[in-house]
Every structure is written in structure tokens, then in C-alpha cells.
């Protein structure tokens, strides 16, 4: 026998049912509400991203995927040979409708070129199509993209000048427009949106010096504005050691906060050039955060 529903309460449940999927990951009010729960060492050393059941990390020219306890399921060491630019750089990224977005360039000395959007399969971290970057944004570097699910937008910010964020309308696959933040954050890293607001990772600490790292936040709820200030949201005083934070994402399941950092390196211009007095390698870790209140 066939299943019938009541048209307007199925019309109903079906609404909520989609804004649930589609905004499920929630910004706390202020980064004193995430309580540092565990590290996780991965192989990648540039984003996150997360959906309801797995972790996928990139590193400069690899992807990985992960289980939330952090064994290593699958990995893609070849994700350009498809690319019709060359590239040789992943930033942080992103993961939507079973999709990994990636904002992909050629990186060498502080100097990005070739900017793409790269799209590939959460399954099998396969390669599937590219976004062209359009040259008239102005945007100069690419070190992290985000995606707008509500309206089906992507984000990317840029490590060389950080003044705008630069979105694109995933429906057209054309240039949207930018966003003028203000004060720009310092060597912006990562980026990821949820709540109308997009959080931001900045390597802005001398790791010479040990200083501290810190995410801030922006509201880009309104398509409208040309600019929009930036606000403090966290000082990341819990790394073992100040080095060079990267990409950061919020768990669906359960609004976790996680945040990708290196240490042991150290960095000119975006390059490793040495490590730090006690290590021989860079290490890369998930810092794991719950909501606390």
C-alpha cells in the first residue's frame, strides 16, 4: 500500500529537515565557549574539513581522509594530474553535499598564481572539476575557501593580501563579489562559515618570539555590504607550541571546533626553512574543542 503524508505537514517537516542539514554547524558566541578535549596527529599540514562521519585534511599537495578517531582511511598523493593549470598548493578547505572544495594554486616565495577552485569526491578524494578564478576579484593569493550552503557560495580568503574576502556563486560558477574586512587580520590561513559569520585563522604570532596565534570573526550575513569589521574570537594559548595555525572547521554532529597547526618548522614567506631547536620535523595536529556553554 502506498505511504501518503499530509501535504502541509510533510511541506513542513521537509523545511526542517533541510535547514538542519544545511545549517547544522553553529559559531559559539565568543572562542571562551570551546574547551580544548584532545590533539590528533595527521599527515596534512593545511586545512580541515569535516562531515558526519569523516575528517579530510589537505597538505600542500596531498589529500587525506580520516575517521573522527583518527585512523587514516584513504589518500589522494596525486590530486593535480588532472588540472589543466599547474599547481602545486592546497590552502584550508572545505566539504559540502559529499563534495571537497579547494582553493588551489601555484605557491612559491610569498607569490600565488594560477588560482582555482578545485572540486573533488568526499568518497574517493578523486579530482572532478574546476572553478576558473576570475582576475578582475583583484585577489592575489588563495590560502583557504569555505562554502555558504544557504546560499550556495564559496569563500576564499588570501594569505599575500588579506583586505577582502573573495566569494563565488557555486550555482553560475562565476566571480560574486568581495568583502572589505576591516582590520584584516594578519597571514590569513583558514577560513570557514556557519551562522552568517565566517571565522578566520591568522598566523599573525611570531613563533620566533612564542607568540600566540588567534581566530577572529566577521559577519557576512549581508550580500549587500562592501565592508564589514573584523572582531577577536580566540587567542589559541593551548598549542604545545606557537607555531603556524592553519585550517579550522566545526563538526556537524556535535559543533566541535578544530583547528590544524605545525610546529617545529620554521616558516619564511610561506616556505619551511629549518626547524626549531628540538625537533627534526614538523609536526601536524587537530587541536579538538567542545562547546562548553
Not at 35 to 64: C, H, M
Not at 123 to 142: H, K, M
Not at 151 to 177: F, I, P, S
Not at 210 to 217: G, I, M, V
Request: with cysteine.
Amino acid at each position: 500500500m502506498p505511504v501518503t503524508f499530509d501535504k502541509p505537514l510533510f511541506i513542513i517537516f521537509l523545511f526542517f529537515t533541510i535547514s538542519n542539514t544545511v545549517e547544522a554547524q553553529s559559531i559559539a558566541p565568543t572562542g571562551e565557549h570551546y574547551r580544548l578535549k584532545k590533539i590528533i596527529p595527521v599527515e596534512g599540514r593545511q586545512g580541515i574539513a569535516i562531515d558526519e562521519n569523516y575528517y579530510y585534511v589537505s597538505s600542500s599537495t596531498a589529500l587525506f581522509k580520516y575517521d573522527k578517531e583518527g585512523n587514516l582511511l584513504a589518500t589522494n598523493k596525486d590530486p593535480f594530474k588532472n588540472l589543466k593549470k599547474a599547481a602545486n598548493h592546497f590552502g584550508d578547505i572545505d566539504v559540502h553535499n559529499g563534495k571537497i572544495y579547494t582553493g588551489i594554486e601555484w605557491f612559491e616565495d610569498g607569490v600565488g598564481k594560477d588560482i582555482q577552485i578545485a572540486i573533488y569526491d568526499a568518497e574517493s578524494l578523486a579530482y572532478e572539476s574546476s572553478i576558473d578564478f576570475d582576475p578582475s576579484s583583484g585577489q592575489e593569493e588563495v590560502c583557504g575557501i569555505t562554502v555558504d550552503p544557504v546560499r550556495n557560495m564559496a569563500w576564499m580568503a588570501d594569505w599575500v593580501n588579506g583586505n577582502y574576502l573573495y566569494r563565488y556563486d557555486l550555482t553560475t560558477e562565476k566571480y560574486h563579489g568581495k568583502l572589505h574586512i576591516r582590520p584584516a587580520p594578519q597571514y590569513q590561513q583558514g577560513v570557514f562559515y556557519a551562522d552568517g559569520k565566517i571565522l578566520i585563522s591568522a598566523d599573525d604570532g611570531d613563533a620566533d618570539l612564542h607568540e600566540t596565534d588567534n581566530l577572529y570573526a566577521v559577519d557576512v550575513s549581508d550580500l549587500g555590504k562592501t565592508a564589514a569589521f573584523v572582531t577577536h574570537f580566540k587567542e589559541m594559548k593551548e598549542f604545545v607550541r606557537a607555531g603556524e595555525i592553519e585550517g579550522l572547521s566545526i563538526d556537524p554532529t556535535n559543533n566541535d571546533l578544530l583547528v590544524l597547526t605545525n610546529r617545529g618548522s620554521r616558516i619564511v614567506l610561506g616556505m619551511v626553512k629549518g626547524f626549531y631547536e628540538g625537533y627534526t620535523e614538523e609536526l601536524h595536529e587537530l587541536y579538538i574543542y567542545e562547546r562548553i556553554k
